[in-house]
Every structure is written in structure tokens, then in C-alpha cells.
Nanobody
Framework: QVHVAESGGGLVQPGDSVRLSCQLS????????MAWFRQSPGKEQEFVAA????????YYADSVKGRFTVSKDNAENMMYLQMNSLKPEDTATYYC??????????????????WGQGTQVTVSP
């Protein structure tokens, strides 16, 4: 059974950096498509970043491009989201998601079957 668990959130100030981690179990991350989504109160889940299982090609939402970096460690079965130059509008619960193969509709949350419980990131002065 596939299980994902996020960690690394917290309260930070604008301009700070945070790294989120996602531990995948039940399947190798080498063979898994992985993604980060986020959700703020009253808003729908928003795509943040994704990484393909075979090529490792990375995709980003325009709102985070140049500030966030997604990566994975195949040996540790971990995915990371390095978030730099954080802004108050980045405040959200961040979720890790996985699927067994890539989809062109990667930006749509309902296309990802397995999710973590989320980790809160709050960016505030």
C-alpha cells in the first residue's frame, strides 16, 4: 500500500527559505510520478510542482517558478521542495501526491490518487 508523508513546514518571515520533505513508502520513488500541491483556506488545491518518474523532468506553477525547486532522492525514497524568497501568498497547507505513471493532466489534483496529510507553511512578518 502506497503511503506519503510530508514534513518540514512552519512559520517563517517573508524572504525566508523552507525545505519540505515527502517520504514515499510502498513504491519506489524512481518509478513514481510525484507532485506538490497547496491549499489555502477558502481556495481550491493549487498545483505547485511535479517531477516525472522516468526522465526526472520538472514542472512548476508560474507563481513559484524561479523560487521553488523540486527534487528527489531515489536512494532515500524522498522528494523535496526547496522554497526560497517566500511571500505571504505562499501561506498554505502543502501536500505531497504520487501516482504510478505520469499524466499530461498533472496540474489537476483529482488525477493524483495518493496524498499525504499535508504540512502547514505560514509566511508572516
Amino acid at each position: 500500500q502506497v503511503h506519503v508523508a510530508e514534513s518540514g513546514g512552519g512559520l517563517v518571515q517573508p524572504g525566508d527559505s523552507v525545505r519540505l520533505s515527502c517520504q514515499l513508502s510502498g513504491r519506489t520513488i524512481r518509478g513514481s510520478a510525484m507532485a506538490w500541491f497547496r491549499q489555502s483556506p477558502g481556495k481550491e488545491q493549487e498545483f505547485v510542482a511535479a517531477i516525472r518518474e522516468s526522465s526526472g523532468q520538472k514542472y512548476y506553477a508560474d507563481s513559484v517558478k524561479g523560487r521553488f525547486t523540486v527534487s528527489k532522492d531515489n536512494a532515500e525514497n524522498m522528494m523535496y521542495l526547496q522554497m526560497n524568497s517566500l511571500k505571504p501568498e505562499d501561506t498554505a497547507t502543502y501536500y505531497c501526491a504520487t501516482r504510478s505513471y505520469w499524466t499530461v493532466a498533472y496540474g489537476t489534483a483529482r488525477n493524483w490518487p495518493d496524498w499525504g496529510q499535508g504540512t502547514q507553511v505560514t509566511v508572516s512578518p
